[in-house]
T-cell receptor, first 112, second 115 residues
Framework: DAEITQSPRHKITETGRQVTLACHQTWNHNNMFWYRQDLGHGLRLIHYSYGVHDTNKGEVSDGYSVSRSNTEDLPLTLESAASSQTSVYFC???????????FGPGTRLTVL | AQSVTQLGSHVSVSEGALVLLRCNYSSSVPPYLFWYVQYPNQGLQLLLKYTSAATLVKGINGFEAEFKKSETSFHLTKPSAHMSDAAEYFCAVRGANFGNEKLTFGTGTRLTIIP
């Protein structure tokens, strides 16, 4: 069955370190998204991609970057982790011109 | 631009009672509207969606929602709550125009079921 996976599921890191969160989907979807979930804020869009080599900034992109070198993967990099980036991160994907986003299980990141 | 407002961050209902979770939207273009459910320590799962066809939409697990343009609302209902419905529920909106694939989420409503 097609799926979307995230790794690691839990990560603890220190302030200032570079961190990369992986997202891999086997749906062959063109669209991929990264969100962060924080209490009282719901899900907020960080970055998104509509295809290979396409990336776009979302609502809360400062301090984050993504690159899309193939259809299946959209890794999220925190260049220099900050305590304000402690959150749960969700990856999602959708097929072009359809309307359902499918979500991964999430990565809980703690920055100390 | 689009946005949604979910009224009530916490809702408690007795088992067997009506579930009503409120969502109001704001959109400059015809909207697509969604309800997602999140169980503890899991990702989000689509419950139902409105994409400009029938205004009364039926979803999984006995949930339904009605799109009311005059009230800019898309409230989620279930006639009889079950213990397994305890979860967090998110309303989301996107524009119906092609190329606008981004979802904007509400802040969520945590549903508690009282035995």
């Amino acid at each position: 069955d097609a799926e979307i996976t995230q790794s690691p599921r839990h990560k603890i890191t220190e302030t200032g370190r570079q961190v990369t969160l992986a997202c891999h989907q086997t749906w062959n979807h063109n669209n991929m998204f990264w969100y962060r979930q924080d209490l009282g804020h719901g899900l907020r869009l960080i970055h998104y991609s509509y295809g290979v080599h396409d990336t776009n900034k979302g609502e809360v992109s400062d301090g984050y970057s993504v690159s899309r070198s193939n259809t299946e993967d959209l890794p999220l990099t925190l260049e220099s982790a900050a305590s304000s980036q402690t959150s749960v991160y969700f990856c999602a994907s959708s097929a072009t011109r359809t309307d359902t986003q499918y979500f991964g299980p999430g990565t809980r990141l703690t920055v100390l | 631009a689009q946005s949604v407002t979910q009224l009530g961050s916490h809702v408690s209902v007795s088992e067997g009672a009506l579930v009503l979770l409120r969502c109001n939207y704001s959109s400059s273009v015809p909207p697509y509207l969604f309800w997602y459910v999140q169980y503890p320590n899991q990702g989000l799962q689509l419950l139902l969606k409105y994409t400009s066809a029938a205004t009364l939409v039926k979803g999984i697990n006995g949930f339904e929602a009605e799109f009311k343009k005059s009230e800019t609302s898309f409230h989620l209902t279930k006639p009889s709550a079950h213990m397994s419905d305890a979860a967090e529920y998110f309303c989301a909106v996107r524009g119906a125009n092609f190329g606008n694939e981004k979802l904007t989420f509400g802040t969520g409503t945590r549903l508690t079921i009282i035995p």
